[in-house]
């Protein structure tokens, strides 16, 4: 029997790292930690093995598509593919940064998004069957959806809003924002929101193609949202701790082999949520 595998990106600190935590106790076979920075990543590593835990390291930057295209490689050849794929890596501007919103709009969702894109393209091909796919949202999304104009409402609700579209749609964010006329075309002034917005409906598009294309192979993919958590990204403020953060993205990833449900759907406290 090949060696299942477990990919969490973005997992050197924060909600990823409690992700890889919990799934060093509750998976049975290797997670690996991932990370941009290699000497962060291996010095994360080596904490949680003086923990008592197993994970491995391999580098992974998703802005950076030849570091998506490696580490595909690597997991393809190594493994012949991967059982769990959590999508975790992510950014948010401070409320007090002061970068122009234009450029918090470029930057977020790049990466939020459009990187987040690049991993489900490069990754998705290699999940096997039985596999899970866990795209870290936020409630955000869902607010900002209901923020939009009923025109933008309308396509990010519908069940024929097509890859291709959606991605013209963030593009257009992007642009608007730079001539200030995002809130003239049906945009909510937060970039997070509509990056989050985007990643929860491109989950819904890529779940109805799992479907039809690969029905036989029990492939469960849903976005979720961890909650408010203490991390670098969300302040000290927040509510709950990275594992209980954790708690939801780690509930998707083990959904039990005999499970068809939630599939395309956005979860919750372990609840699937409305759109």
């Not at 000497?39 to 949680?48: A, Q, S």
């Not at 790049?110 to 489900?120: E, H, W």
């Amino acid at each position: 029997m090949s060696t299942k595998v477990a990919v969490v990106t973005g997992s050197n600190k924060g909600i990823g790292l409690a992700i890889v935590k919990a799934l060093c106790q509750q998976f049975e076979g290797v997670v690996y930690v991932t990370a941009r920075d290699i000497g962060r990543g291996k010095e994360t590593v080596e904490t949680l093995v003086s923990e008592g835990l197993k994970p491995m390291f391999h580098q992974l930057d998703i802005n950076d598509l030849s570091s998506i295209t490696a580490a595909a490689a690597y997991f393809k050849d190594k493994y012949g593919g991967v059982d769990i794929l959590v999508n975790n890596a992510g950014i948010a501007f401070k409320e007090a940064d002061t970068t122009p919103f234009a450029v918090q709009a470029e930057v977020t969702l790049k990466t939020n998004f459009f990187a987040t894109r690049d991993m489900l393209t490069h990754f998705l091909p290699l999940v096997k069957t039985g596999g899970r796919v866990v795209n870290i949202s936020s409630f955000v999304g869902s607010r900002t959806l209901n923020q939009c104009s009923p025109a933008l409402q309308e396509r990010f609700r519908s069940e024929d809003l097509s890859e291709e579209e959606l991605v013209g749609l963030m593009q257009r964010f992007v642009e608007e924002t730079k001539k200030d006329e995002h809130k003239k075309g049906g945009w909510p002034n937060t970039a997070y929101g509509v990056s989050k917005t985007g990643v929860t409906a491109l989950s819904f598009i890529l779940a109805r193609r799992l479907s039809r294309e690969r029905h036989g192979d029990k492939i469960l993919l849903n976005a979720c949202c961890p909650g408010w958590v203490r991390t670098d990204m969300a302040g000290t403020k927040a509510p709950k701790s990275p594992e209980e953060g954790a708690e939801t993205p780690v509930y998707l990833a083990l959904l039990p082999p005999d499970a068809n449900q939630p599939h395309g759907q956005f979860v919750s406290d372990k609840h699937v949520q409305p759109w």
